[in-house]
């Protein structure tokens, strides 16, 4: 039976391979969501890792601190910050094998029972390479499912056009939307896009 992780947030637990979705539309609320989530796996010895591209790993640690007592996690090496650029373009380019490397060697990091990671999609990629990363997305779904694990990706309302939204629903069986942890009915599964009936491979474009 697979085990179940409190999030940090909204007080509620979800099995242990999860890949979530939330959508923001400003800071506060992208806050709300990201620091719990952080601040409850550095309490609880997770190997916790944020990628952001709206906010820095110096401001991170800022507002993360008022939450929980960073020196020792830091420290150790129990918490990881990195920009979407360097954490997802390491090759100089977006690579969807070297991400998924990545997550595996992170969910089987040395000293650690379990890893949650909050990331954000790179601001600097072209079409083309935002295209690959829905692909991603979708093969990450499955991926991580049998990994101790959790991935919340963090999407700003603000900067994601239509075709984006609709990839990134079809890409995250669980998304949080307006302060709701929902079952996402839009989710397929990484075959059926493959398949050509969803829009990694047909979009996004904008």
Known sequence: MTPSVHLGFFDRSIPAGSHICAFYSDSATRDEIVMPFLAHGLRTGDKCICVLASLGPKEVL???????????????????LATPADAYL????????????FWQEAATAADYGFARAAGEMPRELDADSRREFMRYEARLTEFVADLPELILCLYDLRLSGAEILMDVLRTHPLAVVDG???????????DTLAGGTGAPDDGPTA
């Open 62 to 80: 800022a507002r993360l601190s008022h939450h929980v007592d960073l020196d020792r996690s830091v420290e150790r090496g129990q918490l990881e």
């Open 90 to 101: 390491r090759t100089g380019k977006f690579d969807v094998d070297d991400m998924l490397k």
């Open 180 to 190: 709701v942890l929902h079952d996402n009915p839009y989710h397929v599964s990484a």
